[in-house]
Structure formats: structure tokens, C-alpha cells
């Protein structure tokens, strides 16, 4: 019963709730199988520099091809790969992936753009955790603050103290770390001082409203916050030139979103990269 949403290409299911549990170990054993036969698929999302809107990253987002022809969305599928310890072997590979396409780019003369990786908080409890990263990361020869990780503040919360020491750990190593879906989560402003942070992603739920009201005030709040933390800030889901005037002017430095291009396979990233070498100029 998969419905395709012809916006998204996306598979939905709906099933009723005395199937959800058949429907979930379903899902899981097949997303397993899907992963040992190499089946997931990672595209990367490009990320700007607000003012010269030149490519300085990309984030990398899983995808899991689905039968129809779709793609299953990591929305539905990564928490069952968190709940069932998946996400652990998954979110290996997605480091090691991620360095490899990273190295490419930068052979290939994208010297300064980054790669930024989703990390789950079964991650953390890995105890090969910050060792794999380091591996990939020297295995690769990239630069160790060109690999981004991206947590929630819901990571942060379930365990504060495993993942401050691990990232403390990855941040003395060089990595630089950004706080995702920023204003969403129950989170403690206390974390800002404890977490090694570099970069604060404005959840595009803030992004959204470009005209005053409650949404802009949040954002403008947020950009003023990460400014006076002296870290980065990037606004997440800018779909309008106006959303990303309004980010510049509240002195945002960076932005993604369907406006600048939607997550994409790597091959057609070098594509784009090459399109857009002269952006800016
Ligand atoms: P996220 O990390 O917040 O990723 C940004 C999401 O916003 C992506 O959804 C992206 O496609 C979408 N997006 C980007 N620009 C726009 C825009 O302009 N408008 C709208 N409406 N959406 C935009 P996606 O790819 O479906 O991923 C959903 C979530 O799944 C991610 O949210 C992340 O939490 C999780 N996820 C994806 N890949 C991974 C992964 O490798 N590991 C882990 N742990 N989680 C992942
Ligand atoms: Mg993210
Ligand atoms: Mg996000
Ligand atoms: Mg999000």
C-alpha cells in the first residue's frame, strides 16, 4: 500500500495501527538486506555562502531506493534504523562514503568545500564511535575540519555526557561540529557553553516566514545568538531569493535549500559544481 507523493517521489505507508508492528520488522529486515547488498544511496545537498552564494559544503542524506521506483524517506526509515541498532553500520558507512566523494571533490580543485554528516545518537554509544571517524578521515587524507557533524539537540539531551566527551574527542582532532534543526528540540541553553560547537543550522520551519512574525523574530534571535557565540550560522529549507535576502540581512552566512538545489547523486553534484565554478563573480 505505498502511495507516491509526485513531489517528492517519495513512498508513503499508512498502516493501520494493530499492522504497525509487522510493518516496522518488515521494513527493518528489508532495510537490512538493502544495506548488506550495498543498495543505499547517498546525495548530497549543496550548501552557500549567502553573500557570494559560491558551494562551500554539501550535506549527504540518505536515501533508500524503494521497489516503486521512489525512494523511501530517511524521515520514515532512519528512526527504525535507530531503533534497531542499524543506524550504527549505516552511519559508518555514511562517514567512510562521505570522506571518499569528499577527497574527489577536493582533487578535483574544490579545495575549500566541506562535507556535512547527519550523526544519530546510537552512534555515540558505538565504542568505536570516534576512532572510525578519525580512520576515515586520515584513510582519506581529507582535512579533519572539512568533515562536518551534524547532531540534534535531542542527541545532545539523551546522553550529555557520552557525547560531549566524544565530540570534545573529534573536535580536538580537528573536526568541526554544527548543531541541526536548531530551535526544535527541548534543549538546555547550557549545551551553547558545553559542546564544542562550530556551526548552528536555523531549522527551516524559522526560515519559512519571511515577512515579521513569530517565525522571522525566531530566526533573527537565533542569527543573533550564534553571532555573539562567535559561531556560524546556516539557515536550512530556503525555497525564495526573499528568505535568503532576509537571512543575509540578519547576518546569516550560509544557506540550503531548494532555491540552490535539492539533495542530489554525486555525479550530478559535479555537475552542478561545475556550473556553478563562476557563481559569485
Ligand atoms: P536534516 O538533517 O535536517 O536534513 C535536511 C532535510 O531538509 C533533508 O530532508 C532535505 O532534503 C530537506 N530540505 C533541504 N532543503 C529543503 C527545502 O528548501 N525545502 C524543504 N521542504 N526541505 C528541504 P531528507 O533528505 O528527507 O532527510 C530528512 C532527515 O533524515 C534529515 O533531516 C536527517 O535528520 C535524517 N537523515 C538523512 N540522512 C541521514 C543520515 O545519513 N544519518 C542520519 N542519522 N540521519 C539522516
Ligand atoms: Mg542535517
Ligand atoms: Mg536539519
Ligand atoms: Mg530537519
Known sequence: RAKKDLTTNYSYYEPEMEEKTTWRLGMIRQLRTDFAERKLELWYQPQV?????????????LRWPSPDGGYISPAVF?????????????????VDESCSKLKQLHDKGYNDVRVAVNISMPQFRDPDFVNYIKNAIVNHQIDPASLELEITESVVMDEPQ????????????????????????????SYLQK??????????????????????????????????????????????????SYMLKLGCDEAQGYLYAKPMPFADLLTFLEQHKEVGN
Open 195 to 244: 559542546l564544542p560547537l562550530d556551526r548552528l543550522k536555523v531549522d527551516r520551519s524559522f526560515v519559512n516566514e519571511v515577512m515579521p512574525g513569530k517565525s522571522a523574530f525566531i530566526a533573527e534571535t537565533i542569527v543573533t545568538l550564534g553571532n555573539r557565540l562567535g559561531l556560524q550560522t546556516i539557515a536550512e529549507g530556503v525555497e525564495k531569493r526573499e528568505q535568503a
Open 49 to 61: 555562502d549567502l553573500v557570494s552564494e559560491r558551494v562551500v559544503g554539501m550535506e549527504a542524506l
Open 162 to 189: 557520552i557525547v560531549i566527551e566524544s565530540l570534545k574527542a573529534l573536535k580536538a582532532f580537528g573536526v568541526t561540529i554544527a548543531i541541526d534543526d536548531f530551535g526544535t528540540g527541548f534543549s538546555s541553553m
Open 78 to 94: 532512519v528512526p527504525l534504523a535507530e531503533y534497531s541498532g542499524l543506524i550504527i553500520d549505516i552511519g559508518a558507512w555514511v
